[in-house]
């Protein structure tokens, strides 16, 4: 959907939407951010890095129309991984990067590191001290059937998914070379958190300037 021309052709994006947005007691996905649903927002940030980009809402149509070409979960109610699976097999390309909707501040320009990082891994998945952030990370199809055999088994957790991958792990003193900020990891989960960055695409706006 980007006009800027920019992304390389390489990498798909997958904004995965699909929660239930129990803590946030409201659909997590249509909150307005800059004066447009979060969705776009975070879907418009990752066009300056994948193309094309897909959304993962879980049910087809579940947010109405959208604009982006959409991919149904895998399996019901499989979460996250459900979406992965189904976002790797719409891919065009053989990596996709993948970002949770509610990740505001995410960064272009980690993802397009994290891409050039990848020498034949399933996935390359940057850590915030020991811990991994794998809903903004980048997955390749390679990993396809060991996410579809966890989600055959009914292991739906991302991080018990990821144990059978093989894993490119981008530890802080790599990643902060592409986001010396670290606020890609900042998300929404309550009324208070949305507050705190309402004012997020005057900060850090997802398309460029004409």
Not at 77 to 94: I, N, R, T
């Amino acid at each position: 959907m980007s006009e800027s021309g920019t992304a390389p052709r390489r990498l798909a994006g997958l904004v995965l939407c699909g929660g239930a947005s129990t803590r946030m007691g409201r659909e997590k996905a249509l909150l307005p951010v800059g004066g447009r649903p979060l969705v776009l927002h975070v879907a418009g940030l990752l066009e300056r890095a994948a193309d094309p980009v897909f959304l993962g809402p879980g049910t087809l149509g579940r947010l109405g129309a959208l604009g982006y070409r959409e991919v149904e979960d895998a399996a019901p109610s499989s979460g996250p991984l459900g979406g992965l699976v189904a976002g790797l097999a719409a891919s065009p390309h053989p990596l996709v990067a993948v970002l949770a909707v509610d990740m505001p501040f995410a960064s272009p320009e980690l993802f397009t590191y994290l891409a050039d990082l990848h020498r034949g891994e399933d996935a390359v998945v940057p850590l915030l001290g020991s811990r991994p952030e794998p809903l903004h990370a980048v997955y390749a199809r390679s990993g396809l059937p060991a996410l579809q055999a966890s989600l055959a088994e009914g292991v739906l957790a991302l991080h018990s998914a990821l144990e059978r991958l093989r894993v490119r792990w981008v530890d802080e003193e790599e990643w902060r070379t592409a986001d010396p900020s670290g606020r890609f990891a900042q998300n929404i989960n309550s009324k208070e958190d949305l507050a705190h960055v309402e004012g997020v695409a005057a900060i850090r706006p997802s398309l460029p300037p004409d």
